[in-house]
Nanobody, 115 residues
Framework: QVQLVESGGGLVQAGGSLRLSCAAS??????LGWYRQAPGKQREMVAV???????NYADFAKGRFTISRDNAKNTVFLQMNSLKPEDTAVYYC???????????WGQGTQVTVSS
């Protein structure tokens, strides 16, 4: 009964900020992360974070985006600053269960950055 519920997407002007949230439930998660997919492009990793707090970022996200998690609330966040039109995509929350290494995905939240 794993569920991932995303929120925080929307329209923003270039240079603005958004904070995405993903509430995960139904398991213990070793890795939580954010991926994105633009029309006509493959899905790509944005940032991931382990239960211990170690992080990895895509090159385009470094210096602009910050991933964090609240283990007590089973929630992962993505703070996005200095947004660019090229950041426009559907952003998906991803969770990996600790014991079975199964991947689960949220429904996605649209982020649109206008110039």
């Amino acid at each position: 009964q794993v569920q991932l519920v995303e929120s925080g997407g929307g329209l923003v002007q270039a240079g603005g900020s958004l904070r995405l949230s993903c509430a995960a439930s139904g398991s213990i998660f070793s890795i939580l992360g954010w991926y994105r997919q633009a029309p006509g492009k493959q899905r790509e990793m944005v940032a991931v974070i382990s239960s211990g707090g170690s992080t990895n970022y895509a090159d385009f996200a470094k210096g602009r985006f910050t991933i964090s998690r609240d283990n007590a609330k089973n929630t992962v966040f993505l703070q996005m600053n200095s947004l660019k039109p090229e950041d426009t995509a559907v952003y998906y929350c991803n969770a990996v269960t600790r014991f079975s290494n199964n991947n689960f995905w949220g429904q996605g939240t649209q982020v649109t950055v206008s110039s």
